[in-house]
């Protein structure tokens, strides 16, 4: 069985965010061209460890049996965050970016989450550690 992790295999869950060379967002256009040119392209992908915490709250919304009030997050003493919807001690969610729910799992994309790991293999350039041309120039 083949584990391989090819860019190709992703790219269309990610329309809408960064393409290196040249920074430039990922259309449905340019994913035609990618994948019928062959061309080298790499994702620009935030890690899971950059998520904010009004991204942490909403992915606390998004798990299915939070109920709608008042949710908040706070980082524990191992720097993750965790989703609180009440002062119960057990009404709560450690976002450890290992498993997320579906509809989690989009909001992640929409927000260009790498949520596959694609950054650890190399064919995907970490975000917040990421300086174009572009950028330099400013």
Request: aromatic share 10%; net charge negative.
């Amino acid at each position: 069985m083949n584990y391989n992790k090819h860019i190709k295999d992703y790219l269309h869950l990610y329309l809408g965010c960064a393409l290196d060379p040249g920074n430039i967002v990922l259309t449905p256009e340019r994913l035609k061209e990618i994948l019928d040119d062959e061309r080298d392209n790499q994702l620009i992908l935030r890690p899971i460890s950059d998520l904010k915490e009004d991204e942490a709250i909403e992915l606390g919304k998004r798990l299915l049996l939070v109920p709608q009030g008042r949710i908040s997050a706070f980082k524990n003493r191992w720097n993750k965050w965790v989703v609180k919807w009440s002062d119960n001690y057990r009404d709560h969610w450690l976002v450890d970016g290992e498993i997320f729910n579906q509809h989690q799992t989009i909001y992640l994309l929409k927000q260009c989450f790498d949520v596959f790991g694609l950054i650890e293999l190399g064919v995907a350039i970490d975000q917040t550690k990421f300086t174009s041309h572009e950028q330099n120039k400013n």
